[in-house]
């Protein structure tokens, strides 16, 4: 499908509002949010001020109105420079579908103007990544109120966000598999349960949260009783697996840019010869280049059939994080081999990228999930059984 020239002019003016941010704030300081864990404050402001958290919000309430497309690049460039930025802002947006969708018009309208940071607060201890299967409670407390609890087992921007896109079960027994709800951040009862220090993402701020007897009125629910696990499906998954796909092919693409420079401006002095000189060195480097191009073309038809409403959308969008977690594993793991020692350094930044790239693997839904979800519906199989529903 040929992009009409509106939706390429809001792409290349979305790009122009992105590029400062990311030479001035994000890239600066990409390694001190990596070294010491710290949150990407600095960077997220930095994106609310030049109106790019609201990108997917509609015009009604002061939003960019984007498409998954142009906000896919948004991630992707973030990806390449900054993982955890990159990790927040995914998040932000895959919640904001569901808050657009059913949330409040005041929660809405912060957003739009980059006031509110949202995120998604689905996994537990109980389920793990099983985000399809929550734990925990939400019952009836006195006229009109609602109580929640649970263990979270890991929330991108815990304590951060101003609000949380929360999964429970549902408030009726046999109403459905899963309700949401919108979890102000300042909720008595709301608090996060532990730190984070990890291998890679390392200022997404990705710590466990526990709701302890965390009153809400009625009307936070998002949608109605036991519809959640649908709304997941829905307006949640399109958006997190292709955002998700997108940040994968930022950080591969980054690594081989990176390898590239290093073959093309390393010299043996012995020799006289560019890395890139040997045959060898060149081969492993194409084979990388390859992988990353047929990841991208990948996600390009997966935004097309998304946009089309094709058949086979609702395959591709499972197929795509699936491929796009082996894609950038694969490559940064290249990337990191064919620049050797060098690779090792920190001013690279290939072996941040290699870390980074490590969790795309085990995010839920993981690969091996996502395996199963295609091959189901590659089979005419509904995507989960029954009992999960």
């Not at 109403?175 to 909720?187: E, H, K, R």
């Not at 059939?305 to 793991?333: F, N, Y």
Request: aromatic fraction near 4%.
């Amino acid at each position: 499908m040929t992009a009409s020239v509106d939706s390429v002019q809001s792409r290349t003016e979305v790009l122009t509002r992105l590029t400062p941010v990311i030479e001035d704030v994000i890239r600066p300081r990409a390694g001190t949010v990596d070294r010491d864990g710290a949150f990407p404050r600095e960077g997220v402001d930095a994106l609310a001020a030049a109106g790019l958290l609201g990108l997917a919000s509609a015009t009604e309430v002061g939003g960019g109105a984007q498409g998954v497309r142009v906000v896919a690049d948004v991630i992707e460039r973030l990806a390449a420079e900054c993982g955890s930025t990159a990790m927040v802002v995914l998040m932000h947006y895959a919640a904001t579908a569901v808050v657009e969708a059913h949330g409040p018009r005041e929660v809405r309208t912060a957003i739009a103007a980059g006031r509110h940071l949202t995120t998604l607060a689905f996994s537990e201890f109980g389920s793990r990544s099983h985000f399809w299967s929550p734990t925990g409670s939400a019952t009836t407390s006195g006229d009109d109120a609602v109580r929640l609890d649970a263990r979270k087992s890991w929330v991108t921007s815990a304590d951060e966000a101003d609000s949380y896109v929360w999964s429970s079960l549902p408030l009726t027994p046999g109403a459905g598999p899963m309700t949401l709800w919108l979890v102000p951040a300042d909720s008595a009862g709301l608090r996060v349960a532990g730190d984070f220090d990890g291998l890679g993402l390392r200022g997404n701020g990705s710590r466990p949260m526990t709701a302890d007897g965390v009153v809400l009125p009625a009307d936070a629910m998002l949608g109605t009783d036991g519809a959640g696990l649908d709304i997941a499906l829905g307006a949640v998954l399109p958006w997190f697996l292709v955002l998700n796909a997108a940040f994968c092919l930022g950080l591969a693409d980054s690594a081989v840019a990176e390898a590239g420079r290093h073959l093309t401006g390393t010299t043996l002095t012995h020799t006289g010869a560019a890395l890139r000189d040997a045959p060898v060195a060149r081969r492993d480097f194409a084979q990388l280049t390859i992988r990353t191009h047929a990841l991208r073309a990948f996600l390009g038809d997966t935004l097309t059939a998304l946009e089309t409403g094709r058949d086979d959308a609702t395959l591709r969008v499972l197929q795509v994080k699936a491929l796009a977690g082996e894609t950038v594993a694969d490559v940064t793991d290249g990337a990191m081999r064919l620049c050797g020692g060098s690779a090792f350094r920190k001013e690279l930044g290939l072996e941040r990228r290699f870390r980074d790239s490590r969790a795309a693997r085990v995010m839920a839904p993981t690969t091996d999930a996502l395996h199963d979800f295609v091959g189901r519906v590659a089979t005419g199989l509904p995507l989960l059984d029954e009992g999960n529903r």
